[in-house]
């Protein structure tokens, strides 16, 4: 089946640092890309999406870009706190279905 | 957006018995349903894909007869672990779909928690 891969499976950051996480993808159909933050025993909560037409999209410190030509994209987090110390999945649909990331394990440092 | 209700967020059960879960789309029909489980500080595993009235479609290594998976409508899907093992304590989560092909979004039910004693 179609594949998404995520890199790094675990970075950790200074408070007020940068973090950047990596996904490429497979199926060429996908059209929509989201990431979602899961915090410890709750379910992964969407945080920022986005679609094929436009490169970059950005919610206040964090921003995600496209790149559909290569195939991948990216969740970029600016100023870290304690509170971004969370597993982020991205993920790609794939006919009906979502496939998702391994999960980045981020832990950012006080 | 869109909400997913899954429920009941948390179960104890004896060893033997069977727990089912509920996954509901509370406000939009979804396309497809997805049952995950996920073990502490690991990724979402991916058990199997239901669609409204067909038969599930189970990931490699899933056994399709411990966890029964129904899909009765276009906005419930249940999965029931029969005959619970300690091993098969776990987070389960649901996500229901909307949507097709490359557009298909997921929206996730706040999980359940399954301990077997």
């Known amino acids: 089946g179609e594949n998404v891969e995520q890199h790094p499976s675990t970075l950790s950051v200074q408070e007020g640092d940068s973090a950047v996480i990596k996904c490429t993808y497979s199926?060429?159909?996908?059209?929509?890309f989201p990431w979602y933050k899961q915090e410890l025993g709750k379910r992964p909560q969407l945080i920022i999406d986005?679609?094929?037409?436009?490169g970059e999209k950005k919610d206040q410190r964090i921003a995600v870009t496209l790149n559909k030509t290569a195939k991948h994209f990216s969740l970029h987090i600016t100023e870290t706190q304690p509170e971004d110390s969370a597993v982020y999945f991205c993920?790609?649909?794939?006919?009906?279905?979502?496939?998702f990331g391994a999960g980045t394990r981020l832990t950012v440092k006080p | 957006g869109a909400v997913v209700s899954q429920h009941p967020s948390w179960v104890i059960c004896k060893s033997g018995t069977s727990v089912k879960i509920e996954c509901r789309s509370l406000?939009?029909?979804?396309?497809?349903m997805f049952w995950y489980r996920q073990f502490p500080k690991q990724s979402l595993m991916l058990m199997a894909t239901s669609n409204e009235g067909s038969k599930a479609t189970y990931e490699q290594g899933v056994e399709k007869d411990k966890f029964l998976i129904n899909h009765a409508s276009l906005t419930l899907s249940t999965l029931t672990v029969t005959s619970a093992h300690p091993e098969d304590s776990s987070f389960y989560i649901c996500?229901?779909?909307?949507?097709?092909?490359?557009?298909?979004?997921?929206?996730f039910g706040q999980g359940t928690r399954l301990t077997v004693v």
């Open positions: 199926d060429s159909a996908s059209n929509y």
């Open positions: 993920a790609a649909p794939s006919r009906n279905d979502m496939r």
């Open positions: 996500s229901a779909s909307r949507g097709h092909g490359g557009n298909t979004e997921a929206f």
């Open positions: 986005i679609r094929s037409n436009v």
């Open positions: 406000d939009f029909q979804a396309t497809t």
